[in-house]
């Protein structure tokens, strides 16, 4: 008994074992890479990462932040939660006013919704449960414009559109997911409130009323810009670390198969290890190419930067419809949600539920490329 205690007490200590994952990971990348190319690589991501991808966030995040304020500071709110209230509640489980965080994510990226639900009437709308969800309910639709415009762009006009429908329906089922994880976790926010009552509610309308419209125009601008600008920031670590990981386990070296130490050169472990499951990828999504995983992959962390895998794909000949109206789903869905999710739950203060957040999102964005796929088999059979 003494022997058996003694060895259920060992454990391999976590400083040892986060070690060995460091070493075992970054120590094959040098050494297939070299090591200065490597790190040389790493920084020239990030920083491209950082101008590019960062920075054109923060400023999609001011501007939706501002654009969300004059929204709710001038009713617009409660008229998208009159009018859509009956479709929002049996699809989603929100209140109509959520479609607005729809809207502001399909015309910009997913932090807007954050930016968005940090306003304290949007929030009043929503129990604990939904509020949270708002995170899988946003990112679902981050970026949609722009994916469709560039899609069409490419010279493909149903089947952007067949996407959409998988991203909705990805959407739903992350979003549902999403909130049934958490009333397992905290039965008691299906009844909590977002957040309190304010105090005196009535006092500060009436005080809002007596300001001439400039300053309420003025004052709306200015805090959801401000608003727009943290969500910017807390959004850095994640793009940074994770979206640089993934693009280094998913391009390959350069044109001529040496390492020079650019930006998003790597070691394409991924699509090779696509090549080993490929029959799955193809019976699930309709590719005929292991290396269209790549586009999935890279939309983990950045949904732009995958748009950007799409013109040599095409060179190459590994597009076709199928392959657009899946990358579509599934880049809407997705839209990055690995790099963004941690920041956007810790914004609003529920950073420990982003394991299920993730989860929930993994599975919603599968949904939404396999429903995208089977879609555009029965459309081609019309």
Not at 44 to 66: E, P, R, W
């Amino acid at each position: 008994m003494a022997n058996n205690s003694q060895h259920k007490k060992f454990r391999i200590p976590s400083g040892i074992t986060c070690l060995a994952i460091f070493v075992l990971i970054f120590g094959y990348l040098g050494s297939v890479m070299g090591l200065p190319n490597m790190l040389n690589t790493i920084m020239k991501t990030s920083h491209d990462l950082l101008l590019n991808t960062v920075f054109y966030l923060m400023a999609i995040c001011v501007i939706t932040g501002a654009i969300g304020r004059i929204f709710v500071e001038f009713g617009v709110v409660k008229l998208f939660e009159q009018l859509l209230r009956p479709l929002m509640k049996p699809l989603f489980g929100l209140p109509g006013v959520a479609s607005l965080g729809a809207v502001m994510t399909f015309l910009s990226d997913n932090p807007a919704i954050i930016s968005l639900s940090q306003d304290k009437k949007f929030a009043s709308y929503f129990k604990k449960y939904q509020y949270i969800s708002l995170v899988n309910f946003g990112t679902s639709f981050g970026m949609g414009m722009l994916v469709i415009v560039f899609m069409v762009g490419q010279g493909f006009y149903s089947e952007p559109f067949i996407g959409l429908i998988g991203a909705i329906i990805g959407s739903i089922v992350t979003t549902r997911l999403m909130q049934r994880f958490v009333l397992r976790a905290y039965p008691h926010y299906l009844t909590e409130p977002a957040i309190p009552e304010p105090a005196e509610e009535h006092s500060e309308a009436e005080k809002e009323e007596r300001q001439s419209l400039f300053v309420r125009i003025l004052n709306s601008l200015l805090d959801g810009g401000k608003t727009g600008v943290e969500v910017g920031l807390a959004i850095i670590p994640g793009v940074l670390i994770i979206s640089t990981l993934v693009m280094i386990l998913t391009f390959g070296a350069s044109a001529d198969g040496s390492y020079t130490g650019a930006a998003y050169e790597g070691v394409a472990v991924l699509p090779w290890l696509a090549e080993k499951i490929d029959f799955l990828f193809e019976w699930l999504f309709g590719f005929n190419d292991p290396h269209l995983v790549a586009f999935p992959i890279t939309a983990l962390g950045a949904v732009g930067a995958a748009l950007g895998l799409i013109p040599n794909f095409m060179e190459m000949g590994w597009i076709d419809g199928n392959a657009i109206a899946v990358f579509t789903a599934i880049g809407m869905c997705w839209s990055g949600y690995l790099s963004t999710h941690t920041a956007m739950l810790d914004s609003i203060g529920y950073r420990s539920l982003t394991p299920k957040a993730i989860a929930a999102h993994t599975i919603g964005g599968l949904v939404a490329a396999i429903s995208a796929h089977w879609i555009y088999v029965l459309w081609t059979l019309i």
